[in-house]
């Protein structure tokens, strides 16, 4: 059973336009959600995160979002850069952070030049 | 500087030696976690610890043990090692005043179980 799930494994977006990506949730006790950067062979690297009472943040070029009603979180790049091709996972965590991340599976973003 | 250290970085192993990856943090953190990823499957919580002496079973605990008994070191333990476990290994540590900031993970162990 998929907590957190990422349906598109990889995006192809051109550079300096905006990249999404997408993440569902069925666990409504999820109070944290968290974007995280991975380069192969390499651990993941904190992006961004949302608490639950939030609907929105924002950090620099990166900005997630956070529907509550729909168990729906997105990952919005602005402008797309190179540097940006890499896996990106969506994780989640409730208790406040104690008991550890649920990750998604991935969405391997490709930025096009 | 802040990081979460794990040795070693890669291994190789026999079917059933005992093995142990360590994992140390250096940031005062209260919660770590290990995990495994493996191909299309992304990476799955293996077991999770609150704070000293507090540990718990992850997504997928079987054929794994932890301890906890400092604060800054949270090693993996395999007492058989069979080839499923063969997978690149993290461990994560976080602080309830820093979630903001997410986990931090290491580098990463890679395990080839033979």
């Known amino acids: 059973d998929q907590q957190v799930k990422q349906n598109s494994p990889s995006l192809s977006v051109q550079e300096g336009r905006i990249s999404i990506l997408n993440c569902d949730y069925t666990?409504?006790?999820?109070?944290?959600f968290l974007w995280y950067k991975k380069y192969p062979a390499e651990g993941p690297t904190f992006l961004i995160s949302i608490s639950s009472i939030k609907d929105k943040n924002e950090d620099g070029r990166f900005t997630v979002f956070l529907n509550k009603s729909a168990k729906h979180l997105s990952l919005h790049i602005v402008p797309s850069q190179p540097g940006d091709s890499a896996v990106y996972f969506c994780?989640?965590?409730?208790?406040?952070?104690?008991?550890?991340?649920?990750f998604g599976k991935g969405t391997h973003l490709i930025i096009q030049p | 500087e802040a990081q979460v250290t794990q040795n070693p970085r890669y291994l190789i192993t026999v079917t059933g030696k005992k093995l142990t990856v360590t994992c140390s943090q250096n940031?005062?953190?209260?919660?770590m976690s290990w995990y495994r990823q493996d191909p299309g499957l992304g990476l799955r919580q293996i077991y999770y610890?609150?704070?000293?002496?507090?540990?718990d079973k992850g997504d997928v605990p079987e054929g794994y043990k932890v301890s906890r008994k400092e604060k800054r070191n949270f090693p993996l333990i395999l007492e058989s090692p069979s080839p499923n476990q063969t997978s690149l290994y993290f461990c994560?540590?976080?602080?309830?005043?820093?979630?903001?900031?997410?986990?931090?993970f290491g580098s990463g162990t890679r395990l080839t179980v033979v």
């Open positions: 994560a540590s976080s602080s309830y005043r820093d979630m903001n900031y997410g986990y931090t």
């Open positions: 610890s609150m704070n000293v002496e507090v540990t």
């Open positions: 666990n409504s006790m999820f109070d944290y």
């Open positions: 994780a989640a965590s409730s208790g406040g952070g104690a008991d550890g991340l649920t």
């Open positions: 940031m005062n953190h209260e919660y």
